[in-house]
């Protein structure tokens, strides 16, 4: 392959960014647990890293990954999603407004919510599906960041990203997407107007439920991101080597895992429209989705793994199903490779707009007539 051939985001993805390691010949990427780094004879570094708080190799590595396949010029690794998104706001400064919009991962939005009740920051909620929302609330609020989570958690609304980067900066604001659910195989925020992109590293990023972490990834360097970098050292908020090891291996087969997890759910997606004890089925691929013209231009490798079922009745006709399940794992998180099912209600905070009946789906990789012929036997149990 000639040198000037410019490499697929699939293949950075499969070969961890480098198929082998330089010193070893290892085809798999080596681990440095190392906490610190030795110094010569007139004290120099004798390599890039002095304290792991400030960095390591096998992160560094992970790092360039990420930052490659989002297209950003860095991306920075932290120990949690919530420790990424904290680092973000911290980052605003004092008394500033932040937008956001009303439904998105509660853990995020009560930082907000608790951050506006002590006069740290001034919090503005949006409704994310009506178009005109954002604009209001920038041209009230004057915001320094605006937030925005496509899809959104868990009713997989769709806010379109191109439009938002413009209107956020219009009004002198920076726009950061969490993106956890829509990853690089499918949406690229950074290339439709977005200065930062947040994921959940642990969802579909790493793919295997055994991976705590949270990245950020810039569009370019300037005072907020060496700022972000800086609240990460100060707090030691940066994730560990072994986790960012697991997080490259997770890295490797993640094209592969999305389309997979994509095409089921859309399989599942559509075979739930008629079910009787079935209310509504949620999913960006559906033609009935209200912004599903939206998805189709931003989502251009598979709408996900996710979707969400509005069943017939209540709270406890939800919570019901997600017992009866034999393949789908009651429990919290997605993009992993075992189908998870949650009534999200249950476990979101008490200011949550989550409907009663809602049952959230993480779509895995086993075969989707095993995971219809689940569902089926569950919802007939209500």
């Not at 007139?42 to 096998?58: K, M, V």
């Not at 950003?72 to 956001?100: D, H, K, N, R, Y």
């Not at 219009?170 to 439709?192: K, N, Q, Y």
């Not at 789908?328 to 993009?335: I, K, M, Q």
């Amino acid at each position: 392959m000639g040198s000037e051939h410019k490499r697929s985001p699939e293949t950075i993805a499969a070969q961890g960014l480098h198929a082998v390691d330089p010193a070893t010949g290892a085809v798999v990427p080596p681990l440095h647990p190392a906490t610190t780094f030795a110094r010569g004879g007139d004290y120099e570094l004798l390599g890039a890293h002095f304290y792991s708080r400030y960095g390591s190799p096998t992160v560094d590595q992970a790092e360039r990954a990420i930052a490659a396949l989002e297209g950003g010029i860095e991306a920075q690794l932290f120990g949690s999603g919530l420790a990424a998104f904290t680092a973000l706001v911290e980052s605003v400064p004092e008394g500033a407004a932040v937008v956001a919009p009303r439904t998105m991962y509660f853990g995020g939005q009560d930082w907000l919510r608790r951050l506006d009740a002590r006069g740290r920051i001034r919090l503005a909620l949006f409704d994310e599906t009506d178009d005109a929302a954002l604009e209001a609330a920038c041209a009230e609020a004057r915001p320094e960041l605006v937030c925005i989570e496509t899809p959104a958690n868990p009713t997989w609304s769709i806010t379109d990203i191109a439009a938002a980067a413009e209107t956020a900066h219009r009004h002198g604001a920076r726009l950061a997407v969490d993106s956890t659910g829509a990853p690089p195989p499918t949406t690229r925020p950074l290339e439709l107007g977005a200065d930062i992109v947040f994921h959940s590293a642990t969802k579909y990023l790493n793919g295997h439920s055994d991976v705590t972490a949270g990245v950020l990834v810039a569009r370019e360097d300037g005072e907020r991101w060496q700022e972000i970098r800086q609240v990460r050292m100060l707090t030691g908020a940066l994730l560990g080597p072994f986790e960012a090891w697991l997080l490259l291996r997770g890295l490797r087969t993640l094209y592969v895992r999305f389309a997979r997890q994509s095409e089921t759910a859309m399989a599942l997606a559509t075979a739930l429209l008629d079910h009787p004890k079935v209310e509504r089925v949620l999913y960006p691929g559906l033609d009935s989705h209200p912004r599903h013209s939206v998805a189709r231009r931003q989502m251009t490798g598979g709408f996900g793994g996710m979707l969400s079922i509005l069943v017939a009745g209540g709270a406890a006709e939800g919570r019901a199903v997600a017992a009866a399940t034999e393949l789908f794992v009651p429990a919290t998180s997605l993009g992993g490779v075992e189908s998870l099912i949650e009534h999200r209600r249950s476990i979101e905070s008490p200011q949550s707009a989550v409907a009663d009946n809602l049952i959230r789906l993480s779509v895995g990789l086993e075969a989707v007539d095993d995971l219809l012929a689940d569902l089926r036997q569950a919802l007939e149990r209500i």
